[in-house]
């Protein structure tokens, strides 16, 4: 079957390049300097897996995507996103703040990852209110912590074994969790799953909590017409939406009232970005993970080998 976004195939690395700084620049917030001090490996270094999945862009965008569907299904979360954010007007800007933690606390040296965190625990310290349904919620409660973390992580290793590689070594998957827990626990949250088992479960428990409302559907409207300050916007969308869309859990894209023209080309974008996913790398070669293995005397080849 021949692909709707085949033509995307087409542009050389170099465009796709000035594509992706367009849409998510590089420290957009700025005071991260990812090449110094030498021989600060920060919080996980080039030997964790943390390093190896968060420097693959095509999954952490996709993994990105599906993570904020996933977290429309959790009211309290959800409630927050409503009540404090201008997700209507700005939600490519929240998915760059985002995209900037997760690389400043992967990447950046100690001290800055530190004062990454310290930040959102001051953003988190006023974020409160009640849902719809006179439910409080706080940012920082450490079980709201725990599910907007594991949406995030659990999505970021989905994508990456869709669109990077599916064959990693026995228990990768395991210390990927492990690791990375260590940024929610620094955060307030508490009870993280520490392994792909305690993962499944956590959603199997989690699952009777969650709703697919109003609310839900407004939000997931807006991320479906979102606009990302690209050529061709549109089909980019669609591209990368149907790519998160394809790594939802089935309970959540039952959940979510996927219809089956949905599913399919959730499938469709699945297979294109597969097949764009080794230009994205090409192009994005000097990225902050790469910087980041120069600042600790570790060549950036390093990160693709298991």
């Known amino acids: 079957m021949s692909s709707p976004f085949s033509f995307i195939l087409g542009p050389a690395s170099g465009q796709i390049r000035r594509w992706v700084l367009s849409a998510f620049p590089r420290d957009p917030d700025g005071g991260i300097d990812y090449d110094h001090p030498l021989g600060d490996a920060g919080l996980f270094g080039p030997q964790s897996v943390t390093w190896k999945i968060h420097g693959d862009f095509p999954g952490m965008l996709s993994g990105g995507l599906c993570a904020l569907m996933l977290q429309t299904l959790h009211p309290q979360a959800l409630a927050g996103v409503w009540d404090h954010s201008n997700f209507r007007d700005d939600l490519v800007g929240r998915l760059r703040r985002t995209t ?8 950046a ?14 953003i988190h310290a006023q974020v409160k209110g009640v849902t719809e349904n006179n439910v409080p919620y706080a940012a920082d409660d450490p079980d709201l912590l725990t599910w907007v973390h594991i949406t995030e992580m659990s999505s970021f290793l989905s994508g990456y074994r869709r669109y990077c590689r599916d064959d990693l070594p026995p228990g990768a998957a395991d210390a990927y969790f492990d690791e990375t827990r260590r940024v929610a626990e620094a955060l307030g949250a508490r009870n993280v ?3 792909e088992r305690e993962v499944r479960d956590y959603f199997e428990a989690m699952v009777p909590r969650l709703a697919y409302t109003e609310r839900s559907r407004i939000v997931l409207d807006v991320l479906s017409n979102i606009t990302l300050p690209v050529p061709m916007a549109g089909l980019s969308r669609e591209l990368f939406l149907g790519a998160g869309a394809a790594l ?3 309970w959540a894209a039952d959940m979510l009232e996927r219809t089956p023209r949905q599913r399919r080309g959730a499938r469709v974008a699945a297979a294109t970005l597969s097949g764009m996913a080794p230009l994205f790398r090409r192009a994005l070669r000097d990225g902050v993970a790469s910087r980041s293995c120069h ?11 298991w």
């Open 295 to 305: 600042r600790v005397g570790v060549s950036p080849e390093k990160l693709s080998h």
């Open 100 to 107: 900037a933690f997760v690389g400043g606390t992967t990447y």
């Open 109 to 122: 040296a100690t001290g800055d990852a530190q004062a990454l965190i310290d930040r959102v625990l001051r």
């Open 248 to 250: 939802l859990p089935t």
């Open 193 to 195: 799953p520490r392994s």
